[in-house]
């Protein structure tokens, strides 16, 4: 590969990174903590220690209840249900594209 496809490659590889930067404030912007402690767990399969590590909260059994009350507040909002699968269908698509 010469100077100018390495190049080529790495500004294609900047412009995506951008556009996923951008793609996850405008996600982080629609959800509450408690959606995105539910998303990391469901999504990424995280422990729940690690999960409470991230967001500041020393109890794993806190991000357990979280987690819990997001998924009954989805079972009872229709809204809510569809933001959270509309996220996490974009966030499996932009990871399908890496």
């Given amino acids: 590969m010469d100077y100018k496809e390495l190049l080529e490659k790495y500004n294609l590889l900047l412009s995506e990174n951008r ?3 951008e793609e996850n404030d405008k996600l982080r912007a629609q959800l509450g903590i408690a959606e995105h402690i539910y998303l990391a767990r469901h999504l990424r399969g995280e422990k729940l220690e690690e999960i409470g590590r991230q967001f500041g ?4 059994s ?4 979280l987690i819990e009350k997001v998924k009954r507040d989805m079972s009872a909002e229709r809204k809510l249900r569809v933001r959270v699968k509309n996220i996490e269908k974009t966030l499996n698509n932009s990871q399908q594209q890496i």
Avoid: A, C, E
Avoid at 57 to 60: E, N
Avoid at 62 to 65: G, N
């Fill in 19 to 21: 556009r996923l930067i």
């Fill in 57 to 60: 909260i020393s109890k794993y």
């Fill in 62 to 65: 806190s991000v357990s209840s």
